[in-house]
């Protein structure tokens, strides 16, 4: 059985705004769906040794208005799962990681910028998707959800899912490869609404099989 780690916040990374703790259980329920053995821990000393045999990182934290002492420790354990071939998948929050490590951007393939990046309120969200192998077959995505909004992607991801906002497309879900490693960036799951949509349950769980496929 596969292994999969889910870092979430709420421990050594927690915000205001984010209920991690539940978006992480509801995470983990769609990998358990999939077939993988979960573990859900919430700080980067655990995480350290709970990746060391897990296929799978998936990251569900953010770093608030503030950069966090642990950022360089959490960093360097996600660069090393990748160099060694293995995937990742960052969700919602994850976008705003490690604000002051350029690094970061390069590895994800886009950020939240601070200052430029935003979001309409929470509401009803309508996805178009790009033709690919984890969107095949599967028409759009409705959820309640927020928009990320002017978030800055660098120019080697491939875009799968975007919304619409101030007559312009703004993506909301992408695929990267970073040391060879595959990377997907969703930036749906703010909180448990947005996992009692089916449209998105099916999209993050083609996501992770894609994720898994080599």
């Known amino acids: 059985m596969a292994r ?3 870092f979430a916040g709420g421990g050594d990374y927690t915000d205001p705004w ?28 655990a995480l350290g040794v709970k990746m060391r045999d897990a296929e799978l990182l998936v990251l569900n ?4 208005d503030e950069t966090n002492p642990l950022d360089a420790e ?8 990748l160099a060694s071939g293995r995937p990742l998948l960052a969700v919602h929050a994850a976008a705003s990681l490690f604000p002051e490590l350029a690094a970061w951007e390069q590895l994800l393939g886009g950020r939240w910028v601070r200052g430029v990046s935003w979001h309409p309120p929470l509401g009803e ?20 959800d927020e928009r990320y909004t002017e978030l800055r992607l660098t120019p080697t991801v491939t875009v799968i899912a975007w919304h ?3 007559g312009a497309r703004h993506p909301l879900a992408w695929v990267h490869e970073a040391d060879g490693a595959r990377v997907v960036y969703d930036a749906l799951g703010h909180d448990a609404l947005s996992y009692d949509s ?3 349950r099916e999209l993050l769980a083609r996501e992770v099989r894609w994720l898994l496929a080599r």
Do not use: C, K, N
């Not at 209920?19 to 053995?37: C, D, I, K, M, Y």
């Not at 996805?127 to 995505?141: F, K, M, N, S």
């Open 4 to 6: 999969a780690v889910i």
């Open 18 to 45: 984010h209920p991690f703790g539940e978006t992480a259980a509801r995470l983990g329920a769609v990998l358990e769906w999939e077939g993988l053995s979960v573990a859900i821990v919430d700080a980067v000393e």
């Open 61 to 64: 934290a953010g770093s608030g």
């Open 74 to 81: 959490l960093l360097g354990l996600v660069e090393a799962h």
């Open 125 to 144: 969200a309508h996805l178009e998707l790009a033709p690919h192998p984890i969107t095949a077959g599967l028409e759009g995505v409705t959820v309640v």
């Open 164 to 166: 619409e906002e101030g």
């Open 198 to 200: 089916a449209d998105r």
